[in-house]
């Protein structure tokens, strides 16, 4: 099989990525390196060579932006002139910081939406009717001490998160008009934290960081002088926020089983919520990071952030029934792991 990923150089796309190389598949990535660096293409390269000598250089890269039109057209003819078909799409390329979401909407339209109906356009021109798509549980409305299922209340309260749900409509519209022809997976995503155990690729973020987990790590690194957590009120037994961290590994082998639900179930529509199913606090991950690297994180309470909410936990038991997929690794793992990334490359790739 040979399978396109979209933002295949980033955090999540790195480790598909790795993941579906040590399956045999054929991969061809395209990201425009805006936000991650291309470094990560030799770093996955060689831990497939150091898990597997004889690894077939089965990897292509190409730059650009979905956004081109033009560009992903000619990613798909230059495929099929070499006598090659994308057997499938994991589009994972997009904006993702609810906080500049909230500072710049435009730009997360322009980008998410219009950059996947560029995508499906292009994909229906050339025959390739397999896509799984990376969403987000920030599609889901507030929700209380209860965990999130797929048909739990949607309303997204940040234009990252409705960008995400008009996705997912737009391709549940595209899918009923030919249920005959498309294979969709929504894969909401919690949490994703750590990194590869080899510690060789890990979360890279360049510009503003705003997710807790490298902003701890930078506090670890003493390149931040404290941790801001936004709000010690909330409706939480510690008042800090509740989130399901799952391990990026985890969360990478549940692409590979999605695509391959879509080869083997070729029509077919579904929403998958990827989480651990177990919800942690910020406080309590702050402390499970000391406790298994023997670091201090110094941290201060700040006002709460427009867009948060107290508690995201997920009912993962869809995913694990219909993909046969079972989260293996612990928060403890997650920090370990994560940390081992940072500390081994602190100036990133």
Not at 224 to 230: D, G, Q, T
């Given at each position: 099989?040979?399978?396109?990923?979209?933002?295949?150089?980033?955090?999540?796309?790195?480790?598909?990525?790795?993941?579906?190389?040590?399956?045999?598949?054929?991969?061809?990535?395209?990201?425009?390196?805006?936000?991650?660096?291309?470094?990560?293409?030799?770093?996955?390269?060689?831990?497939?060579?150091?898990?597997?000598?004889?690894?077939?250089?089965?990897?292509?890269?190409?730059?650009?932006?979905?956004?081109?039109?033009?560009?992903?057209?000619?990613?798909?003819?230059?495929?099929?002139?070499?006598?090659?078909?994308?057997?499938?799409?994991?589009?994972?390329?997009?904006?993702?910081?609810?906080?500049?979401?909230?500072?710049?909407?435009?730009?997360?339209?322009?980008?998410?939406?219009?950059?996947?109906?560029?995508?499906?356009?292009?994909?229906?021109?050339?025959?390739?009717?397999?896509l799984v798509f990376s969403s987000s549980a920030t599609i889901y409305g507030v929700s209380g001490s209860g965990k999130i299922k797929e048909d739990s209340k949607i309303n997204p309260i940040n234009p990252y998160g409705t960008t995400k749900l008009a996705i997912e409509t737009f391709l549940n519209d595209l899918y009923k008009s030919h249920t005959n022809k498309w294979?969709?997976?929504?894969?909401?995503?919690?949490?994703?934290?750590?990194?590869?155990?080899?510690?060789?690729?890990?979360?890279?973020?360049?510009?503003?960081?705003?997710?807790?987990?490298?902003?701890?790590?930078?506090?670890?690194?003493?390149?931040?002088?404290?941790?801001?957590?936004?709000?010690?009120?909330?409706?939480?037994?510690?008042?800090?926020?509740?989130?399901?961290?799952?391990?990026?590994?985890?969360?990478?082998?549940?692409?590979?089983?999605?695509?391959?639900?879509?080869?083997?179930?070729?029509?077919?529509?579904?929403?998958?919520?990827?989480?651990?199913?177990?919800?942690?606090?910020?406080?309590?991950?702050?402390?499970?990071?000391?406790?298994?690297?023997?670091?201090?994180?110094?941290?201060?309470?700040?006002?709460?952030?427009?867009?948060?909410?107290?508690?995201?936990?997920?009912?993962?038991?869809?995913?694990?029934?219909?993909?046969?997929?079972?989260?293996?690794?612990?928060?403890?793992?997650?920090?370990?792991?994560?940390?081992?990334?940072?500390?081994?490359?602190?100036?990133?790739?």
């Amino acid at each position: 099989m040979r399978v396109l990923i979209t933002g295949g150089a980033g955090f999540i796309g790195s480790h598909t990525v790795l993941t579906l190389l040590t399956k045999g598949i054929e991969v061809t990535i395209i990201d425009s390196f805006q936000n991650c660096s291309k470094k990560s293409i030799s770093a996955i390269k060689k831990i497939a060579h150091s898990l597997n000598p004889n690894y077939p250089n089965n990897i292509d890269f190409l730059s650009g932006n979905i956004l081109d039109l033009d560009f992903l057209e000619k990613v798909f003819e230059d495929e099929n002139n070499k006598n090659k078909k994308f057997d499938g799409v994991i589009h994972l390329a997009g904006l993702k910081s609810v906080s500049d979401s909230i500072k710049n909407p435009v730009k997360y339209w322009d980008t998410n939406v219009g950059g996947t109906m560029n995508l499906i356009k292009i994909m229906n021109r050339f025959e390739c009717y397999r896509l799984v798509f990376s969403s987000s549980a920030t599609i889901y409305g507030v929700s209380g001490s209860g965990k999130i299922k797929e048909d739990s209340k949607i309303n997204p309260i940040n234009p990252y998160g409705t960008t995400k749900l008009a996705i997912e409509t737009f391709l549940n519209d595209l899918y009923k008009s030919h249920t005959n022809k498309w294979g969709i997976i929504n894969l909401r995503y919690f949490n994703p934290i750590g990194a590869h155990e080899s510690g060789s690729i890990g979360e890279n973020p360049t510009g503003d960081i705003n997710n807790i987990f490298p902003l701890i790590n930078k506090v670890a690194q003493k390149k931040i002088k404290e941790l801001h957590i936004y709000g010690s009120d909330w409706d939480t037994p510690d008042g800090t926020c509740i989130r399901d961290y799952i391990h990026i590994m985890d969360l990478a082998e549940a692409h590979f089983l999605a695509i391959n639900y879509l080869f083997k179930n070729e029509n077919d529509f579904l929403n998958l919520n990827l989480g651990t199913g177990k919800g942690h606090s910020i406080l309590q991950l702050i402390k499970t990071f000391e406790k298994v690297n023997k670091i201090k994180i110094p941290y201060m309470f700040s006002k709460r952030r427009d867009g948060d909410i107290s508690s995201v936990v997920a009912d993962n038991k869809k995913a694990l029934e219909v993909l046969n997929w079972k989260p293996e690794r612990n928060i403890e793992d997650m920090c370990i792991d994560g940390w081992k990334w940072y500390s081994k490359n602190p100036d990133g790739f």
